[in-house]
């Protein structure tokens, strides 16, 4: 069990800590980033405020929806009305870029490096970005699958002509009755292919990845190897930040790096170890890269 502290120290000399990251990335046999919902709000991939507003309008003012992640849950009378809000949601958080050259950048930090992506992040930018495919695990699902909702099978179908289709005919805040997604095995209507509940699918691809991720920290766990963990907050820690604190503490030649916007900390097990920077990402990056 460790014992979580904040590491202060390491984050009130700003430059100092973009020195040590520098070296540290610099130095790595190997990066394993970790990626949270931080890393795509840095991108502008944010779900409130100016942004929210100008996209779902019509459903704040109709229903009082505070943000994209509430009105993800929020019980819409129908199936048209509901797909109109979760067509948009997908759309303009998958389809379209991010405000900002956030994931462009981690690339070019990265990218002659020997990594490999573990994210619960669900818009696919490390792929538009330039990350390759088989060196990235989403663990909680795709903004761009859907699943049965049952789920009857465990497959999960690209949505991207279903979603552009319900983007350009939906009016009034809901979407033609005939485009409500249904699965082609048993009928039920779709869902999307996000972790939520014991429902969420786990197809060949999904199983495939979490292979090539564990065999990566299995033939490397021994090496100089950096964790660099962006933008994980403490909803999920089990996922990311408790993992790479452990595999850390578990190979003296690791190094746990952590940025995160208000939340950069680390045990005290391996706080000799660790790099913490309390900072927006993009920023951080673009200081890397100077």
Known sequence: MFSRIWTENSTKNYSEGIKRLKEAIKKADTVVIGAGSGLSA????????????????????KYHIRDMYSGGFYPYPDLEEYWAWWSRHIFYNRYVDAPKPVYQELYQVVKDKNYFVLTTNVDHQFQKAGFDKKRLFYTQGDY???QCSGP?????????????????????????GELIPKCPVCGAPMTM????????????????????????????KETGILFLELGVGGNTPGIIKYPFWQMTAANPRAVYACVNYGEAGCSKEIEGQSVCLDGDIGEVMGDILK
């Open 152 to 176: 009857c099978h465990q497959k999960t179908y690209d949505n991207e002509d279903g979603v552009q289709k319900m983007i350009s005919e939906q009016r009034d805040g809901r979407i033609p």
């Open 193 to 220: 292919n996000l972790r939520s509940d014991d429902r969420f699918v786990q197809d060949e691809g999904w199983y495939e990845a979490s292979w090539r991720y564990s065999d990566f920290i299995r033939r490397h």
């Open 42 to 61: 840095s991108a502008g991939f944010t779900y409130s405020g100016e942004r929210f507003e100008t996209y779902f309008g019509d459903f704040i003012e």
């Open 144 to 146: 761009g699958l859907w």
